[in-house]
Antibody
Framework: QVQLVQSGAEVKKPGASVKVSCKAS????????ISWVRQAPGQGLEWMGW????????NYAQKVQGRVTMTTDRSTSTVYMELRSLRSDDTAVYYC????????????WGQGTMVTVSS | DIQMTQSPSPLSASVGDRVTITCQAS??????INWYQQKPGKAPKLLIY???NLETGVPSRFSGSGSGTDFTFTISSLQPEDIATYYC????????FGQGTRLEIK
C-alpha cells in the first residue's frame, strides 16, 4: 500500500541540527512532491517547505529559510529534512506528506517524528 | 502570506447534528482550499480538496463549498467518530493552514 514511513523521535540540544527521513513505498516516487509540515505541542499545523522527488527542486517557508534543507535520494525513495540551529520553539511533531497535485494537496502523510529541543 | 481564519473553535454539537465550520481567507484564493481532519496523536487526513471535491473513500456526510475568500465545511449528520480537529488549508501561493476547529460532543 501507499505509505510514508518516518524515522524515530529525536532529542537535541539548542543550536544542534536534526535530520528526519521519510521513506516512500507503494507508488512511483518521482511522480509526486513531498512537503514537510510541523505541529508544536497543542498547536496547529505549519507548512515548512516542499521538494520535488523528480529533480530535487525546493520551495521553503520564509520562517525556516536559511535553516532548513530538504533533499531526496531516488535510489531509496527517501526524502530528508534537515533543520539547523535548533531552538526550543522548534520542538514539534514533524510530518512528511505526499503532494498529489504538485502543489498543496496532501493525500498521504507519514506517521510523524517528534523532535524535542531541550538543554 | 495569506491568513486563514477559522470559526468557531471549539465547536460543541450532538450526534446527528448538522455541523458547519467556516474559513475566511485574507485575500481571494479562488477554490484553492482543502480541508483535513486530525484525531489526537494521528496525522491529518485529507477530506475535501479544491473547496468542494470529496477525497476518495471519505463518507458523503462531509462536504465543502465556497470560492474567493469565504468557505464552508459541513458534516450533514455528526457521528461519534467525527470527533477531531478540522483544518482548512490554502495553496494559492505560500501554503498556510487555519488555526483549527476542535469539534466536541455535547
Amino acid at each position: 500500500q501507499v505509505q510514508l514511513v518516518q524515522s524515530g523521535a529525536e532529542v537535541k540540544k539548542p543550536g544542534a541540527s536534526v535530520k528526519v527521513s521519510c521513506k516512500a513505498s507503494g507508488y512511483t516516487f518521482p511522480n509526486f512532491g513531498i512537503s514537510w509540515v510541523r505541529q508544536a505541542p497543542g498547536q496547529g499545523l505549519e507548512w515548512m517547505g516542499w521538494i520535488s522527488a523528480y529533480n530535487g527542486n525546493t520551495n521553503y517557508a520564509q520562517k525556516v529559510q536559511g535553516r532548513v534543507t530538504m533533499t531526496t535520494d531516488r535510489s531509496t525513495s527517501t526524502v530528508y529534512m534537515e533543520l539547523r540551529s535548533l531552538r526550543s520553539d522548534d520542538t514539534a511533531v514533524y510530518y512528511c506528506a505526499r503532494d498529489i497535485r504538485d502543489w498543496g494537496t496532501f493525500d498521504i502523510w507519514g506517521q510523524g517524528t517528534m523532535v524535542t529541543v531541550s538543554s | 502570506d495569506i491568513q486563514m481564519t477559522q470559526s468557531p473553535s471549539p465547536l460543541s454539537a450532538s450526534v446527528g447534528d448538522r455541523v458547519t465550520i467556516t474559513c475566511q481567507a485574507s485575500q481571494d484564493i479562488s477554490k484553492y482550499i482543502n480541508w483535513y481532519q486530525q484525531k489526537p496523536g494521528k496525522a491529518p487526513k485529507l477530506l475535501i480538496y479544491d473547496a468542494s471535491n470529496l477525497e476518495t473513500g471519505v463518507p458523503s456526510r462531509f462536504s465543502g463549498s465556497g470560492s474567493g475568500t469565504d468557505f464552508t465545511f459541513t458534516i450533514s449528520s455528526l457521528q461519534p467518530e467525527d470527533i477531531a480537529t478540522y483544518y482548512c488549508q490554502q495553496y494559492d501561493n505560500v501554503i498556510t493552514f487555519g488555526q483549527g476547529t476542535r469539534l466536541e460532543i455535547k
